[in-house]
């Protein structure tokens, strides 16, 4: 899982911003931010240098807070 979609959203941005800035069709970003397919670490990070996040603020965490 990865929060694209609500970093996007949080910076005003398109996903047809993000897929024309890091070379990917629509459809392929649009199928990132729904989930429907995860990209490659490398496309992930690509995505976090491009809308200028740390990559983890992009991934959904595995870790439990207690």
Do not use: F, H
Not at 14 to 27: D, M, N, R, T
Not at 49 to 56: A, F, H, K, M, P
């Amino acid at each position: 899982m990865n929060r694209i979609k609500e970093v996007l959203r949080q910076q005003g941005r398109s996903q047809i911003w993000l897929a024309e800035k890091i070379g990917k069709s629509y459809v392929v970003v649009t199928n990132y931010c729904n989930n429907n397919n995860q990209p490659s670490i490398k496309v992930l990070r690509d995505i976090a240098l491009t809308i200028d996040v740390d990559v983890r603020e992009l991934l959904v965490s595995t870790k439990k807070t207690d």
